[in-house]
């Protein structure tokens, strides 16, 4: 007997539980071609669709000719905004409240906006028709800077021009969306204006673009028979989409099915709803057959979602001797030609409002307009949950202006304004109660590994040199410590077009001991189907190689709101813990009944249920499972299933502190990172190679934000990063060794303690890489320059401060 002999800790390894660093069992596929992309499906009489987009950023729309295109053989149909709108289609909400054109109608407000849909036997074919589909354009002048189009007589949004007011109150001017705003205003005026110490600075966030491996496609199949639509898609929330799409189509929900199959990297550019779903479902309906729409890179990277483009201009006051007194923040968002913005519905600034950090700061407000201008919609996330990248860039920044003003150490500015460990759970003062926090101890911790006194020293030394002429190289230490804030979240304030953002798990297990169990996220490359399987293993004492986790399915999955702003760890993970938990109370009855004693006589330990007392009295799981299919137990239903959604009382708040050392050369603008160190607290971790693997990649990106990568228009709107050779994506060649570390603070409202990370490390990167490069030039006077910092632009300050004299 095998079993009698296998140590606790044995068996406690066998589960792969919680906190093992079980290897990614989802990479078997990945890395032997094996994954299943939305590109691989391929359906009998399957036909492609391709779009005709505009080369103006704003024009009139005079005529369509799509004549000689229909005369292409192959040529199936050539969809526009007059085919569309018998059906209602032309326009189809965001998810921020707006409307977004499907095809142009009547104008083009971007360059790239879908015009023409055209459906062909081949990909190739609908490529060529493109070119053919004529398309008479007059042109309108273009807005591409906020602050012009918040003064221009040019009315962007003309379906809008008589509506005064938005989603989200009144509008000031035919181009503004919104003004949105939190905090007690008056108070903080007053504490700013009557401070010892104050600055102001206009911070910038770049537009930028989450960019992911796979691009945004979908196959939309119209079973006409059965009246069922299939539709697969590289979705982050299928579910939504399933709702979305019945609301729109008029098709009962229950005879549509969403797939999200293998995906290729999310970001949250595959949040939102493109004119490629809808145009791919409309061509399915209209044709009878299967349709596929894959978009190619430029299209990616013109057309979906964009991240960031805030402008965000704050004012942070504090005593002389640093203690911060009030924090004031007014943004100018750019949100393109239609507010598609991925936020929680009452959130038109997402989670923006974090922006007090990790400080605690009395008094603060916030006020966000958002304004139309030429650009591409979109909006999202882009590794951070809804903003918060942008507030913890923002407050970033301004501890080390207002470090610079103090003449004071950064680090030392933010451990006398941390909050402490003991005020939590904090009340913000712009309304968000962090759950817990260590924040001393980290940074501590951080400093200490880093040798923060030698490098200071040395950087001392170095800017000595430099003056005496020896050296052409200066050195940056960039400091960044980060509050995020994840896990959406509360139904009470967090729903999407209505839907409120609980999320789900079921599992079943099988006569002989092993599970499957689905939930309502969608893994894009996180590593669910490892993860979850082991806080299932913890929570059941069923071994994590013995349960399949399957998602993205909407015919089989519990409905979810799917998996962005890291909720899939905060919210559905604790769905998992808790339908685990049901689990192991229906399985401590069954065992109770096989051993002969009272339900309070057993208790559960790894991977059995033991009797108190007697612990060589017992019934392992597999033997329980055994006996809830093959016993009749009086009193108790057979089978072994539970479901669980999970509406979390608040958010979590997971924080780290990052340090990055950089070498800066004057003469070239070009960085050297020396050393890049990464300590997070993610509460409970469940993985950590996989905790580990989303540093990396958070970091990678965070690099790639922070030091080259933007959406960059002219003066006309033409987007000028429309391809990898100018959208910088960062190769091993670019990216540094990355030192990762953490400190172990357990949510107190998660069933595991567990707050997400796959965002933290852009949250915390972006402002560690950039203030490297600031902290370089603080000895000469740097106090703010706008990122990406590219070496042309790092060359351009090194100029501006007369370094090149
Ligand atoms: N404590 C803890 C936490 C966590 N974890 C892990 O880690 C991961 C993550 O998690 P989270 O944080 O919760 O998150 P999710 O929800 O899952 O996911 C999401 C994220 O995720 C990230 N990462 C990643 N990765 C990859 N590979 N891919 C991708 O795509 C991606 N994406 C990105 C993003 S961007 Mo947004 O969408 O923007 O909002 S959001 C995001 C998973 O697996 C989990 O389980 C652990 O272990 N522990
Ligand atoms: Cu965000």
Same mark, same amino acid.
Not at 269 to 287: E, F
Not at 512 to 530: K, M, V
């Given at each position: 007997?095998?079993? #009698?002999?296998?140590?606790?800790?044995?068996?406690?390894?066998?589960?792969?539980?919680?906190?093992?660093?079980?290897?990614?069992?989802?990479?078997?596929?990945?890395?032997?071609?094996?994954?299943?992309?939305?590109?691989?499906?391929?359906?009998?009489?399957?036909?492609?669709?391709?779009?005709?987009?505009?080369?103006?950023?704003?024009?009139? +729309?005079?005529?369509?000719?799509?004549?000689?295109?229909?005369?292409?053989?192959?040529?199936?149909?050539?969809?526009?905004?007059?085919?569309?709108?018998?059906?209602?289609?032309?326009?189809?909400?965001?998810?921020?409240?707006?409307?977004?054109?499907?095809?142009?109608?009547? %104008?083009?407000?971007?360059? /790239?906006?879908?015009?023409?849909?055209?459906?062909?036997?081949?990909?190739?074919?609908?490529?060529?028709?493109?070119?053919?589909?004529?398309?008479? &354009?007059?042109?309108?002048?273009?807005?591409?800077?906020?602050? #012009?189009?918040?003064?221009?007589?040019?009315?962007?949004?003309?379906?809008?021009?008589?509506?005064?007011?938005?989603?989200?109150?009144?509008?000031?001017?035919?181009?503004?969306?919104?003004?949105?705003?939190?905090?007690? %205003?008056?108070?903080?005026?007053?504490?700013?204006?009557?401070?010892?110490?104050?600055? #102001?600075? @206009?911070?910038?966030?770049?537009?930028?673009?989450?960019?992911?491996?796979?691009?945004?496609?979908?196959?939309?199949?119209?079973?006409?028979?059965?009246?069922?639509?299939?539709?697969?898609?590289?979705?982050?929330?299928?579910?939504?989409?399933?709702?979305?799409?019945?609301?729109?189509?008029?098709?009962?929900?229950?005879?549509?099915?969403?797939?999200?199959?293998?995906?290729?990297?999310?970001?949250?550019?595959?949040?939102?709803?493109?004119?490629?779903?809808?145009?791919?479902?409309?061509?399915?309906?209209?044709? /009878?057959? *299967?349709?596929?729409?894959?978009?190619?890179?430029?299209?990616?990277?013109?057309?979906?979602?964009?991240?960031?483009?805030?402008?965000?201009?704050? %004012? !942070?006051?504090?005593?002389?001797?640093?203690?911060?007194?009030?924090?004031?923040?007014?943004?100018?968002?750019?949100?393109?030609?239609?507010?598609?913005?991925?936020?929680?519905?009452?959130?038109?600034?997402?989670?923006?409002?974090?922006?007090?950090?990790?400080?605690?700061?009395?008094?603060? &407000?916030?006020?966000?307009?958002?304004?139309?201008?030429? $650009?591409?919609?979109?909006?999202?996330?882009?590794?951070?949950?809804?903003?918060?990248?942008?507030?913890?860039?923002?407050?970033?920044?301004?501890?080390? +202006?207002?470090?610079?003003?103090?003449?004071?150490?950064?680090?030392?500015?933010?451990?006398?304004?941390?909050?402490?460990?003991?005020?939590?759970?904090?009340?913000?003062?712009?309304?968000?109660?962090?759950?817990?926090?260590? &924040?001393?101890?980290?940074?501590?911790?951080?400093?200490?590994?880093?040798?923060?006194?030698?490098?200071?020293?040395?950087?001392?030394?170095?800017?000595?040199?430099?003056?005496?002429?020896?050296?052409?190289?200066?050195?940056?230490?960039?400091?960044?410590?980060?509050?995020?804030?994840?896990?959406?979240? *509360?139904?009470?304030?967090?729903?999407?077009?209505?839907?409120?953002?609980?999320?789900?798990?079921?599992?079943?297990?099988? *006569?002989?001991?092993?599970?499957?169990?689905?939930?309502?996220?969608?893994?894009?490359?996180?590593?669910?189907?490892?993860?979850?399987?082991?806080?299932?293993?913890?929570?059941?004492?069923?071994?994590?190689?013995?349960?399949?986790?399957?998602?993205?399915?909407?015919?089989?999955? *519990?409905?979810?709101?799917?998996?962005?702003?890291?909720?899939?760890?905060?919210?559905?993970?604790?769905?998992?813990?808790?339908?685990?938990? $049901?689990?192991?109370? $229906?399985?401590?009855? !069954?065992?109770?009944?096989?051993?002969?004693?009272?339900?309070?006589?057993?208790?559960?330990?790894?991977?059995?249920?033991?009797?108190?007392?007697?612990?060589?009295?017992?019934?392992?799981? $597999?033997?329980?499972?055994?006996?809830?299919?093959?016993?009749?137990?009086?009193?108790?239903?057979?089978?072994?299933?539970?479901?669980?959604?999970?509406?979390?009382?608040?958010?979590?708040?997971?924080?780290?502190?990052?340090?990055? +050392?950089?070498?800066?050369?004057?003469?070239?603008?070009?960085?050297?990172?020396?050393?890049?160190?990464?300590?997070?607290?993610?509460?409970?971790?469940?993985?950590?190679?996989?905790?580990?693997?989303?540093?990396?990649?958070?970091?990678?990106?965070?690099?790639?934000?922070?030091?080259?990568?933007?959406?960059?228009?002219?003066?006309?709107?033409?987007?000028?990063? /429309?391809?990898?050779?100018?959208?910088?994506?960062?190769?091993?060649?670019?990216?540094?060794?990355?030192?990762?570390?953490?400190?172990?603070?357990?949510?107190?409202?998660?069933?595991?303690?567990?707050?997400?990370?796959?965002?933290?490390?852009?949250?915390?990167?972006?402002?560690?890489?950039?203030?490297?490069?600031?902290?370089?030039?603080?000895?000469?006077?740097?106090?703010?320059?706008? @990122?990406?910092?590219?070496?042309?632009?790092?060359?351009?300050?090194?100029?501006?401060?007369?370094?090149?004299?």
């Amino acid at each position: 007997m095998k079993d #009698e002999v296998e140590s606790r800790d044995d068996r406690v390894a066998n589960l792969k539980g919680l906190g093992s660093a079980r290897k990614r069992v989802e990479d078997v596929r990945f890395t032997q071609g094996k994954g299943n992309y939305v590109d691989d499906i391929k359906l009998p009489g399957m036909l492609h669709g391709d779009f005709v987009r505009s080369p103006y950023a704003h024009a009139r +729309v005079k005529s369509i000719n799509i004549d000689a295109a229909m005369a292409l053989d192959g040529v199936v149909a050539v969809l526009t905004a007059k085919d569309l709108e018998p059906l209602s289609l032309h326009w189809m909400p965001t998810l921020a409240g707006d409307k977004q054109m499907v095809l142009a109608d009547g %104008k083009v407000l971007f360059q /790239g906006q879908e015009v023409a849909f055209v459906v062909a036997r081949d990909r190739y074919v609908a490529a060529d028709a493109v070119e053919l589909v004529e398309v008479d &354009y007059e042109e309108l002048p273009v807005l591409t800077d906020p602050f #012009e189009a918040m003064k221009s007589d040019t009315v962007l949004r003309e379906d809008l021009e008589d509506g005064a007011d938005g989603a989200h109150g009144p509008r000031r001017h035919h181009n503004h969306i919104f003004l949105w705003e939190e905090g007690d %205003k008056a108070a903080t005026e007053e504490v700013i204006d009557s401070a010892e110490v104050v600055v #102001e600075e @206009m911070v910038y966030y770049h537009r930028t673009h989450p960019c992911p491996l796979e691009t945004c496609g979908a196959v939309a199949s119209m079973d006409k028979v059965n009246g069922k639509l299939t539709l697969y898609g590289t979705f982050q929330a299928p579910h939504v989409v399933r709702t979305v799409a019945s609301l729109l189509s008029g098709i009962e929900e229950h005879n549509i099915r969403v797939v999200s199959p293998d995906i290729g990297g999310g970001f949250g550019n595959k949040v939102g709803v493109y004119p490629g779903y809808v145009c791919s479902i409309v061509a399915s309906i209209v044709t /009878g057959l *299967p349709v596929k729409w894959v978009e190619d890179r430029m299209e990616n990277l013109m057309a979906t979602a964009f991240a960031r483009d805030y402008w965000m201009q704050g %004012k !942070i006051s504090a005593t002389k001797e640093g203690k911060i007194t009030g924090l004031h923040c007014h943004v100018t968002a750019d949100h393109g030609a239609f507010d598609a913005c991925a936020d929680p519905t009452k959130y038109p600034a997402g989670f923006f409002h974090i922006c007090t950090g990790s400080y605690d700061i009395p008094v603060a &407000y916030v006020g966000v307009d958002g304004v139309y201008t030429n $650009k591409a919609p979109g909006g999202v996330a882009y590794r951070c949950s809804f903003r918060v990248t942008e507030a913890a860039y923002f407050i970033e920044r301004m501890i080390e +202006v207002l470090a610079m003003e103090l003449n004071m150490d950064a680090a030392e500015l933010r451990r006398i304004n941390f909050i402490r460990k003991e005020q939590f759970p904090y009340q913000s003062a712009l309304g968000w109660e962090y759950d817990s926090g260590d &924040y001393h101890t980290a940074w501590d911790k951080a400093l200490t590994s880093v040798g923060y006194d030698d490098l200071r020293r040395e950087q001392a030394e170095r800017v000595e040199a430099f003056k005496r002429g020896e050296t052409r190289k200066l050195m940056g230490i960039g400091l960044s410590f980060f509050t995020e804030i994840v896990g959406a979240g *509360p139904v009470k304030n967090c729903d999407i077009l209505g839907m409120g953002m609980f999320d789900s798990c079921e599992i079943r297990i099988h *006569p002989t001991g092993s599970a499957i169990a689905r939930l309502g996220t969608i893994s894009q490359g996180q590593g669910h189907a490892t993860t979850f399987a082991q806080i299932l293993a913890t929570e059941t004492g069923i071994p994590a190689d013995s349960i399949t986790i399957e998602e993205g399915d909407t015919d089989t999955a *519990p409905y979810g709101l799917g998996t962005y702003g890291s909720r899939s760890t905060p919210v559905a993970g604790a769905a998992t813990a808790l339908a685990g938990r $049901k689990i192991r109370a $229906k399985a401590q009855m !069954i065992a109770a009944y096989l051993l002969e004693v009272h339900d309070d006589d057993v208790e559960f330990d790894v991977d059995r249920f033991v009797l108190k007392g007697a612990p060589e009295r017992f019934k392992t799981m $597999k033997e329980i499972a055994y006996a809830a299919y093959n016993q009749a137990i009086p009193g108790i239903e057979p089978g072994l299933e539970a479901v669980s959604y999970y509406d979390p009382p608040n958010m979590t708040y997971p924080f780290g502190a990052y340090v990055c +050392v950089m070498d800066v050369d004057v003469d070239t603008g070009t960085t050297d990172i020396r050393q890049f160190y990464a300590l997070d607290d993610c509460g409970t971790r469940i993985n950590p190679m996989v905790i580990e693997g989303q540093v990396h990649g958070g970091l990678t990106e965070a690099l790639a934000i922070a030091m080259g990568q933007e959406i960059a228009y002219d003066d006309l709107g033409n987007c000028k990063t /429309g391809t990898l050779m100018d959208f910088f994506i960062p190769t091993a060649w670019e990216t540094p060794n990355y030192v990762t570390d953490h400190t172990e603070t357990p949510s107190p409202h998660h069933p595991i303690g567990a707050k997400g990370v796959g965002e933290s490390p852009n949250v915390g990167g972006v402002p560690a890489f950039s203030n490297a490069v600031h902290d370089a030039f603080r000895a000469f006077g740097l106090r703010q320059a706008h @990122m990406p910092h590219d070496h042309w632009r790092i060359w351009q300050i090194a100029n501006d401060l007369g370094l090149h004299d």
